[in-house]
Every structure is written in C-alpha cells, then in structure tokens.
C-alpha cells in the first residue's frame, strides 16, 4: 500500500497487513492494513487491478487528532464520504467534505491535512485512476488535460453531492458476487465507469433547466437521510414537505428524478432488503420482524413480502434450514 500516514508530532503510524483478505468487511478479495494501538483505530480495505485502486478507509480516535496523509504515488483520486464530515487541508485550501458528497483532486505532490474529533468515526470510500490511463479520456474533456498538468481550471477540485447513479456503481462494486479473476475484472470495469461517471460530473459544461441543482440534490439527499435513520417510521408527504420546505409536488418529483423511483417504493425497498437480511441471520419470530421494519400487522408484512420476493417470509425461513 502506497498510503503514509503520520500525526502531528510526525510520529509515522504503521499500518500492520492483516489476513487472510477473505475477511475483508467491505470488499471480498481486498488486502487488509490496520492500526490499533489502544485509543487509534485505522482500517484500510484495498483493492488493486490495472490502472485502478479502490479503498475503503476507516478512522477513529478516543482524543482529538490530526493526521497526516501522502500518496507515494501520483493518482486522480475521487474521495467519497461514508460517514460524517471530513475537514481536510490541501496546500493552501480547505475543505469540508459533508456525508454523502465527494471531492476529485490529483494526489501527486500532496500531503493531506485530517482533522479529527475525538470518539468520531469517520468512513470513505477512495477511488483512485493512474495519470497514464486518464491522458486516454482527455479527447473527451479537455479540461481534465489541464488538471493533469497543473493548469489552473474552474472545475478543479468542486464537491459534489454524490448522484445516485454513482451510489449504485460504488455498491456493485462493494457487493460483487463474483470471484477470483471474474471479480477482478468486473471491478476493473466498474472502476473504470465510476470514473466516467466522476469526470463527467466534474466537466459538464450545460445544464438542463430539467436537471435537479446542487440545492435540489443537498434538499433530497437530506430526505432520504431522513426515511432512511429509521424505516420502521412513515413519513407522510405532507409531514416532509414542511419540514424541509419543498412542496409536495416539488418533493415527488424531485425524489423520483434523483433516486428513479418514488419515496414509498424506496422505503419497501429498504424494508424489504431488511426483512430478508433478518429472516436469513437471526431466529427473530416473522411477526418481531415485522414491527421491526414498521409493520403494525404480520398479514400486511406477509402481503407486502410475498408481491415483492414472490415467496413468503416464512418459506424462505424454512428454505435457510
């Protein structure tokens, strides 16, 4: 692993390699490097293949800390936040990187500024292309030629809020089914769409007055937060739409248009992936499962699971054993 990280009394931390990477948490295959020295916590999920690397990154620190971060090789790295706000210090910038969005920036020649507060847990996902494999997009977006060679440029270095096609393609690669050299070369593949999808974002030049703003996308994003911290809750339209100031036609339309499905079908969704998740882990009775995920009466949930999995709950229970 290329990643050096030190604290600010310039004590380098040593990241031990861990096995087998079979027991990865969050990427099947990828190599393990962790640091646990009493009250520091750093895990590093990698995954290499061809001009690409993927890496799910985990920090906390029971007392507030600041870190330090340098790539000893040069890469374009897209920095996707997971799990609160990163505050991070570039070379003569700062940035601020909320839950939920992401930041592109070239790592050649940088050391990274992290600060963290203590008990914090802090989650990104980095994804990572070579300078040599992003000279073959430049015919495509010409301004990403003058951020590789340092050009000043206004879209340099701009969070964005992650999209919810992104979202997808960082959880295809994350639950990959595949195994072996099929795995490697699908990640291959999606990193390689993930970083498409990335410079597109980065160096779109028009925007359709049908296409949501950033505000639009910050206001949805912070709905769906809001179904997703508990779904056993229902949220009515109107409930939402006056506690963040959109109106319901507004709400609909813009959910749909971000998340290409409605606020109730994503909530079954959820709640159906959840069901499932339980009846397959634990020995919970269907009906606990069903007030779990907020259904008042076991008929609606069997109902509801039924039309969705083409199986009823307890089917597939009995099919597990």
């Not at 790295?77 to 939920?100: C, M, Q, V």
């Not at 969705?308 to 054993?321: I, K, S, T, V």
């Amino acid at each position: 692993m290329n990643l050096m990280i030190s604290k600010s009394t310039g004590e380098q931390l040593v990241l031990h390699a861990m096995l087998p990477p079979a027991a990865a948490t969050r990427l099947a295959g990828a190599m393990i490097w962790s640091h646990n020295d009493n009250d520091e916590m750093i895990l590093v999920e990698e995954f290499n293949r061809g001009p690409f690397t993927i890496r799910f990154i985990f920090f906390q620190f029971v007392k507030q800390a600041t870190l330090f971060l340098q790539e000893q090789v040069p890469f374009l790295r897209a920095r996707f936040i997971t799990k609160d706000s990163w505050s991070l210090r570039h070379p003569n910038l700062s940035y601020r990187i909320r839950e939920g969005q992401s930041l592109m920036y070239l790592s050649r020649d940088i050391i990274e500024q992290l600060e963290l507060k203590a008990g914090v847990a802090y989650e990104c996902i980095d994804a990572q292309c070579a300078i040599e494999k992003l000279r073959l997009y430049t015919p495509l977006f010409p301004e990403l030629a003058n951020m590789l060679d340092g050009i000043p440029s206004s879209s340099k270095n701009k969070i964005q809020w992650i999209t919810p096609i992104i979202a997808d393609v960082l959880r295809s690669i994350e639950h990959c089914v595949f195994t072996d050299s099929l795995r490697e070369y699908y990640i291959e593949h999606k990193l390689e769409e993930l970083f498409l999808l990335i410079l597109e974002q980065q160096f779109k030049k028009k925007t359709s007055k049908e296409d949501p703003t950033a505000k639009d996308i910050e206001a949805i994003h912070n709905v769906e937060q809001l179904i997703m911290q508990d779904i056993s809750r229902h949220y009515s339209i109107p409930e939402l739409s006056k506690r963040f100031g959109i109106n319901e036609f507004q709400l609909k339309q813009l959910f749909r248009k971000i998340y290409g499905e409605g606020i109730f079908e994503h909530l079954l969704h959820a709640r159906m992936k959840e069901a499932h998740l339980l009846l397959e882990n634990t020995d919970k009775p269907i009906k606990e499962i069903a007030g779990l995920i907020g259904y008042k009466f076991l008929s609606s949930f069997v109902t509801a699971f039924r039309k969705y999995f083409q199986n009823a709950p307890g089917e597939l229970r009995r099919n597990r054993e």
